[in-house]
């Protein structure tokens, strides 16, 4: 599937709805490696071909879905690689201790994504036993993997001492546990420990996990106990200490204060005797999902994290630099991934509204019920037609909450061309449900022309699976 004479996207953009379908790109006149992913609407590989198509990949979308089906999500491999060496350089250029990005991998887990980030020498955040187990069948190595959760299970617990991984804890009773379970062990267990920071930003409040108010991580006056506890624990090794903010934030300040704030913990830690080398900022870049958003580039975050970072370890008098952990998630791989779904019935309701409906919805995309997220969408079958049209784009599902984008400005549609989503790569599988007994869509990676399935699509029969019909009620 190789594209002929693809057309590069404009750079400049967004202006009125009666242009061209290219619209929806971003205002940058860089070269492709120097464009931040998370500020692009769509993949950084997207192309318009001779067939006026959108191409992800090298691949046409169209042609696409014709050989997979419908919905798909098409993850564009150039964009994630990217958007990995980008926290990769910027933190080699902006810090100059020892650092390291692991991705959150709840964003989106699968065999595939891990593979791809760790061979760009990234780790993983995981936060349930599967989640560890798809990191290390992909070939995640133990020693960057971490492993979070407010409720991990004991089995949970077991199976990452067993594979090594560094555990960030969380709460009481998993300290407790963990230094039962580890008594036997010939080493000490690595571990981090997550306290609440108290700094607040602006997202949506389901999103926010830095403000005291919070179920995760320990209560900063916590801290003296739980440090105490620790020093006097010698099967478990305090290596780090880890605070997540929120997600979706453009705001820099409050990771400018962060470093501050734990940098403060780190020298307490090390008053109790604690080996505290690792400072885990957690994750929280947002991207681009409509023209509206603007979020800073992988770089300029790095940057405000490694140069504040600097700041508060010098303000502090420490002598050297503890190593920089971050956990991006959605800013890794939530712009490289489009959905494409098949346009089916429509309904006029005069002088109100339009509606489209398309073949997926809250089950592939629970955000916008969930979170009002709002999205951007375009005519994959004809790029260039004008966006004329502005219509609700509803899913199939029997809830009338399950609106993709409301006010869509797209062009006319017919059923069956081929409406694609952007920004669709974090979030949305990792979160999809069988709700309507919906069978979830696959998912393709595409590069250089070719399209290889990494989650094969569902079935009723998979998901009849694990219905059981108890004897006595068998006709
Ligand atoms: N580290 C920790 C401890 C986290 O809890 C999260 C996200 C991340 C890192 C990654 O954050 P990111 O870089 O992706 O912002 N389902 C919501 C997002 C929930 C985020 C949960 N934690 C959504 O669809 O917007």
């Given at each position: 599937m190789v594209a002929t004479s693809p057309t590069a996207f404009p750079t400049e953009t967004y202006n009125s709805p009666d242009t061209s379908g290219l619209r929806y790109v971003i205002t940058s006149d860089r070269p492709l490696s120097e464009r931040s992913p998370n500020q692009e609407l769509l993949p950084i590989s997207a192309r318009v071909n001779e067939a006026d198509h959108l191409e992800v990949g090298g691949c046409d979308v169209v042609e696409l879905v014709q050989r997979f089906g419908s919905p798909l999500y098409i993850l564009d491999e150039q964009g994630l690689r990217s958007a990995c060496r980008h926290y990769r350089e910027a933190l080699a250029q902006h810090y100059p201790g020892e650092a390291l990005a692991v991705f959150a991998s709840k964003a989106w887990s699968c065999q595939a994504v891990a593979a791809i980030v760790a061979s760009e020498g990234l780790g993983t955040d995981v936060v349930s036993g599967c989640e560890l187990q798809t990191s290390l069948i992909a070939g995640v190595s133990p020693d960057r993997i971490v492993f979070h959760g407010n409720n991990k299970s004991r089995v949970e617990l077991e199976q990452a001492i067993a594979a090594g991984v560094t555990v960030i804890v969380d709460n009481w009773l998993e300290l407790e546990t963990l230094a039962s379970l580890t008594v036997d062990l010939p080493e000490p267990l690595p571990v981090m420990v997550r306290f609440t920071p108290g700094i607040e930003c602006h997202t949506h409040e389901y999103i926010q996990?830095?403000?005291?108010?919070?179920?995760?991580?320990?209560?900063?006056?916590?801290m003296g106990a739980v440090f105490e506890f620790l020093s006097k624990t010698p099967s478990l090794t305090c290596t780090g200490l880890h605070a997540h903010i929120g997600s979706q934030i453009f705001e820099t300040q409050p990771h400018v204060d962060l470093p501050q704030v734990m940098v403060g913990w780190l020298k307490l830690a090390r008053e109790y005797g604690l080996p505290v080398n690792t400072l885990n900022v957690g994750g929280g870049l947002g991207i681009r999902y409509t023209e509206h958003d603007d979020p800073p580039s992988i770089d300029a975050w790095v940057k405000t994290v490694a140069t504040s970072m600097q700041a508060a370890c010098q303000a502090a008098g420490l002598d050297e630099l503890p190593r920089l952990m971050c956990e991006p998630g959605r800013s890794l791989i939530g712009s490289s991934c489009i959905t494409a779904y098949t346009v089916g019935s429509q309904k006029d309701i005069p002088g109100m509204r339009h509606y489209i409906t398309v073949d997926g919805g809250m089950s592939d995309n629970p955000r916008p019920i969930t979170y009002q997220s709002v999205y951007r969408a375009a005519i994959a079958n004809k790029m260039s037609a004008p966006a004329t049209e502005t219509v609700t784009i509803a899913g199939?599902?029997?809830?009338?909450?399950?609106?993709?984008?409301?006010?869509a400005q797209i062009a006319s549609t017919q059923p069956g061309d081929i409406l694609i989503v952007m920004a669709t790569g974090a979030y949305n599988y990792s979160m999809a449900s069988n709700y309507n007994r919906i069978a979830r869509p696959a998912a393709i990676l595409v590069s250089d022309g070719e399209a290889n399935v990494i989650i094969a699509r569902e079935t009723n029969e998979d998901l009849m699976r694990f219905d059981r019909l108890p004897t006595r009620l068998q006709a």
């Open positions: 996990t830095g403000h005291i108010d919070s179920k995760f991580g320990f209560d900063p006056d916590r199939k599902h029997c809830e009338s909450g399950d609106v993709v984008i409301k006010d």
